[in-house]
């Protein structure tokens, strides 16, 4: 079992739905967690940051851990077709630890 | 302008020559990491620096090398590359001492092995 698991997708949804990108970890000495975005040929930029549990909000975007299940989520209300990218997760145990990445999720938004 | 910066962009090589990608940062970030993205396998961590003259291995480390003698360069050397290096490679930067916190990405540079 890989460390980090995240279907590769494409999801593909309208514009203006609500969109739940997941991934699940089976390290259970992760406690950062992050959510970056990559566009198509440039480098990924970090989305969203959150240690150990609960939510976090930026406006469009919540993340969401779950250590218990080890679980997390990306939300993106309101969706719009420059959310079309690739949303990729990425944790570690601790601040000065390797950095493990999911696959990343392709998500086309449809106008 | 603040950026990362990678040379080159794109390289073709043969199996065995040596060669070195150079990354540099104007931002006097603490944080530097090279990185490998390759299709279905995601983006992986090949070794990280969170400060000068410390490095230490991130997920897939094998037949790469690094070296960080000053705070803005972080060049990956790869001794005797192999087809199955041939891959995007993404140097990044970040402000802090850890890879936790935002890191600024550089272009890509797109090797292959032949």
């Known amino acids: 079992?890989?460390?980090?698991?995240?279907?590769?997708?494409?999801?593909?949804?309208?514009?203006?739905?609500?969109?739940?990108?997941?991934?699940?970890?089976?390290?259970s000495a992760f406690q950062y967690f992050m959510w970056y975005r990559q566009y198509s040929r440039k480098g990924p930029e970090l989305l969203m940051y959150t240690?150990?549990?609960?939510?976090?909000?930026?406006?469009?975007?919540t993340a969401q851990v779950d250590k218990s299940s080890k679980y997390i989520s990306l939300f993106i209300r309101d969706s719009q077709p420059s959310d079309s990218a690739t949303y990729l997760c990425a944790m570690s145990a601790n601040r000065d630890d390797k950095i493990i990445f999911g696959k990343g999720t392709r998500l086309h938004i449809l106008p | 302008?603040?950026?990362?910066?990678?040379?080159?962009?794109?390289?073709?090589?043969?199996?065995?020559?040596?060669?070195?990608?150079?990354?540099?940062?104007?931002?006097?970030?603490?944080?530097?990491?090279?990185?490998?993205?390759d299709p279905g396998l995601g983006l992986r961590q090949i070794y990280y620096s969170m400060n000068v003259e410390v490095t230490d291995k991130g997920d897939v480390p094998e037949g790469y090398k690094v070296s960080r003698k000053e705070k803005r360069n972080f060049p990956l050397i790869l001794e005797?590359?192999?087809?199955?290096?041939?891959?995007?490679?993404?140097?990044?930067?970040?402000?802090?001492?850890?890879?936790?916190?935002?890191?600024?990405?550089?272009?890509?540079?797109?090797?292959?092995?032949?």
């Open chain 2, 1 to 37: 302008e603040a950026q990362v910066t990678q040379n080159p962009r794109y390289l073709i090589t043969v199996t065995g020559k040596k060669l070195t990608v150079t990354c540099s940062q104007n931002m006097n970030h603490e944080y530097m990491s090279w990185y490998r993205q």
């Open chain 1, 1 to 27: 079992q890989k460390e980090v698991e995240q279907d590769p997708g494409p999801l593909s949804v309208p514009e203006g739905a609500i969109v739940s990108l997941n991934c699940t970890y089976s390290n």
């Open chain 1, 51 to 61: 240690y150990s549990s609960g939510n976090k909000e930026d406006g469009r975007f």
């Open chain 2, 80 to 114: 005797s590359p192999s087809p199955n290096q041939t891959s995007l490679y993404f140097c990044a930067s970040s402000p802090s001492t850890s890879g936790t916190d935002t890191q600024y990405f550089g272009p890509g540079t797109r090797l292959t092995v032949l």
